[in-house]
């Protein structure tokens, strides 16, 4: 049975820095392509940023340049780094496998405020 287990979310200001982590059991991280989401208030979910197999990754343009997406081999998890926080970047977070795609899990909420 798959599963991923999103955390590492909170509240924290403007401009500031968190790291999200995607713990993974009944999938290997590293030989899926895998990707982070969000969903924020009356919004639609979205993709934020992914990473192959082969290591390559892609950013939204909101995104870019601001956040990093790795993954720990060993700890069969996916990371996101988030900084220079914005209070648009308000949302829950998900991660997922992109294809076949796996079920959502309950993601993580990260709120930026002062």
């Known amino acids: 049975q798959v599963q991923l287990v999103e955390s590492g979310g909170g509240l924290v200001q403007p401009g500031g820095s968190l790291r999200l982590s995607c713990a993974a059991s009944?999938?290997?991280?590293?030989?899926?392509?895998m990707a982070w989401y969000r969903q924020a208030p009356g919004n639609q979910r979205e993709l934020v940023a992914s990473i192959t197999s082969g290591g390559s990754t892609n950013y939204a343009d909101f995104v870019k340049g601001r956040f990093t997406i790795s993954r720990d081999n060993a700890k069969n998890t996916v990371y996101l780094q988030m900084n220079s926080l914005k209070p648009d970047d308000k949302a829950v977070y998900y991660c997922r496998r992109t294809y076949p795609p796996t079920s959502w899990g309950q993601g993580t909420q990260v709120i930026v405020s002062a």
């Open positions: 009944g999938i290997i991280t590293s030989i899926n392509t």
